[in-house]
């Protein structure tokens, strides 16, 4: 059975602070994918990656930045988390294969509020 | 710019009849459509998918049209479920890679 762990279900951080959020698949897959949900905005894409060290910006990377040193995890870091990062955080992964039928399995999702 | 959109931000039916869930697309690269189901506290989930060399795709209780031409495709659960309540994404993909672009999401809720 196809597994995304993401580290919490619920943080609660301050202004200012660094936060670190992870993400571990289990299936081998390159692809590994970071979003946020907010209500009325649907899923936005934040950075993904194709590849261990390797990482590209999404639609909207400001204020983000992520981490993959090894296939199987990707880590999304607010260097100094604001209010307006309040969110739902959605990890994905997927495998590399080229091609529409690329399903991205996601984890339950990380519910951070800044304070 | 929005590529996709789904622009009811909810639905309410009644159990056994007919949902229908719509989707519009603006870039005429995508060429792979996908739905996924979320309920609260939890991550989406694949749902269904069509390719744009296909115009249906059936899997039991639901099926997706997809009408190039119009950029436009639909989800339809029949019967509907109370246990279909839930969000459902529209998302598309050029294939040349494994991103995929998300539309807001319809929340949709099916009436005992």
């Known amino acids: 059975d196809v597994k995304v762990t993401q580290s919490s279900r619920y943080l609660v951080k301050r202004t200012g602070e660094k936060v670190f959020l992870e993400c571990v698949q289990d299936m081998d897959h390159e692809n590994m994918f970071w979003y946020r949900q907010d209500p009325g905005l649907g899923l936005r894409l934040i950075y993904f990656?194709?590849?261990?060290?390797?990482?590209e910006k999404g639609d909207i990377p400001e204020g983000y930045s992520v981490s993959r040193e090894k296939k199987e995890r990707f880590s999304l870091i607010l260097e100094s988390a604001s209010t307006n990062q309040t969110s739902m955080y959605l990890c994905a992964s997927s495998t590399g294969l080229a091609g529409g039928d690329n399903e991205q399995f996601f984890g339950p999702g990380t519910r951070l509020t800044v304070l | 710019d929005q590529q996709v959109k789904q622009n009811s931000p909810s639905l309410s039916v009644q159990e056994g009849r007919i949902s229908i869930l719509n989707c519009d697309y603006t870039n005429s690269m995508f060429d792979y459509f996908l739905w996924y189901k979320k309920y609260p506290a939890e991550g989406p989930t694949f749902l269904i998918s069509?390719?744009?060399?296909?115009d249906k795709n059936e899997d039991g209780r639901f099926t997706v049209f997809l009408n190039k031409s119009a950029k436009h495709l639909s989800l339809h659960i029949v019967p509907s479920q109370p246990g279909d309540s839930a969000v459902y994404f529209c998302?598309?993909?050029?294939?040349?890679?494994?991103?995929?672009?998300f539309g807001k999401g319809i929340t949709l809720s099916v009436r005992p």
């Open positions: 990656s194709y590849d261990v060290k390797m990482k």
């Open positions: 069509i390719s744009s060399i296909k």
């Open positions: 998302a598309a993909t050029t294939g040349a890679n494994s991103k995929l672009t």
